[in-house]
């Protein structure tokens, strides 16, 4: 792998490392398949005969880049898995979704821009133009290429389901009120009725983990590579208090209190992730790669003595400026800071190059 094409300068950034945003994203891992893990020899994964990486996307909901992720700001000790990621990984400033939900998802599952498919909303009637018949879906994409693939969390924006959209089973929330406590979800096209209200975030991390395991050299799906789409609930507006240990619903009343609880609960849950695929020797053969899906609807606030302007919903940099971490155990460069600009159109191209796959012609792509 060529690190001196990867990280050249030019006279327009002097003295700071510049690179396309392609070429980086190669560098997160796809130099690796071939030549193994510097250091370590191959991958120890059994995925890792087939020479192509597990995927896991988490999709934070409503956190922006102020959200209060340590590595991304002074509020430090919150989110020490998020900060292992980056610190073991790389991580963008410059990463940009769309400033609502909706979009931003649409555009990770095209690749496309939502001019040309029509996903500039949230979702629903509002974008009935935006169906799975009309695109070629990442999912598809890499199922095509010999992934399993899954989606675990919010998903109503997309209109139709994910397993239209090409995932082999998934668990959603079927309305907007189900985000947290519910008794109602569905699974692989199966509505389910609990006896009481259920955590849902807690519903769709047994599920992920279900599916991670079942990947694992003693799994029914041993040897397959996979890709875990996991858009979680947390943090979307209107936060709910997080499980107490016995599983009943918190009972903190003071809004700043309930956002950091559901932020370090996320981080848990993230943490769990990382710590499974450890125990199943996945880790080395899995990029994992969390991001924000647009900004906070905090309306503006300061990191590290810079005031972000806007939020959720706006055209300013609040709007859209969100985190990104990308970590492959053994692989990405660890502990680096990307100040260049990325955006989700380059997420598709770079995945499907990652699975071997080729995109189809006839469908313009817009990223990377």
């Known amino acids: 792998m060529d690190r001196e094409r990867l990280f050249r300068t030019d006279s327009t950034h002097a003295g700071r490392p510049r690179m396309n945003r392609r070429d980086f994203m190669r560098m997160t891992g796809l130099g690796m398949l071939a030549a193994g893990m510097p250091g370590g020899g191959l991958a120890k994964a059994d995925s890792a005969a087939s020479g192509k990486p597990n995927i896991i996307f988490v999709l934070g909901d409503d956190m922006g880049i102020d959200v209060g992720i340590g590595c991304y700001s002074d509020r ?5 898995n998020l900060d292992a990621l980056a610190a073991g990984g790389v991580r963008f400033e410059r990463c940009f979704a769309t400033p609502i939900c909706g979009p931003t998802r649409c555009l990770l599952m095209t690749g496309r821009y939502p001019f040309r498919t029509g996903g ?3 979702g629903g009637p509002a974008v009935p133009g935006v169906l799975a018949q009309n695109e070629y879906p990442l999912a598809r994409i890499l199922s095509e290429a010999g992934y399993d693939t899954c989606c675990v969390g919010k998903w109503r924006q997309m209109g139709q389901t994910p397993r239209e959209w090409g995932f082999d089973e998934y668990v959603m929330s079927p309305t907007a009120t189900g985000y947290y406590w519910a008794k109602k979800y569905t699974k692989n096209g199966k509505e389910i009725t609990e006896d009481k209200d259920v955590f849902f975030p807690d519903v769709c991390q047994d599920y992920a983990l279900e599916f991670i395991r079942r990947h694992g050299a003693d799994g029914s799906a041993a040897g397959k590579p996979f890709f875990l789409y996991y858009p979680t609930h947390l943090m979307h507006n209107k936060l709910a208090p997080t499980p107490t ?3 009943k619903p918190g009972v903190k009343s003071n809004a700043g209190e309930v956002r950091t609880e559901n932020l370090i609960y996320l981080d848990k849950q993230i943490g769990a992730l990382a710590t499974e695929l450890d125990r199943l020797n996945l880790r080395e053969n899995t990029l994992i790669i969390f991001a924000g899906d647009n900004g906070t609807d905090m309306g503006g606030s300061t990191i590290n003595k810079r005031r972000i302007s ?4 706006t055209m300013l940099e609040g709007g859209s400026l969100v985190p990104c971490i990308v970590n492959w155990k053994g692989a990405t460069p660890a502990g680096s800071v990307v100040k260049d600009l990325v955006d ?3 997420l598709l191209p770079t995945f499907a190059e990652l699975a071997g796959a080729k995109l189809p012609d006839k469908v313009p792509h817009d990223g990377l």
Do not use: A, I, Q
Request: glycine content about 22%; aromatic content about 12%; hydrophobic content about 15%.
């Open 76 to 80: 430090k000790g919150l989110t020490p």
């Open 120 to 122: 500039w909303n949230h």
């Open 245 to 247: 240990p016995d599983g």
């Open 310 to 313: 806007g939020g959720k919903h």
């Open 344 to 346: 989700f159109s380059d």
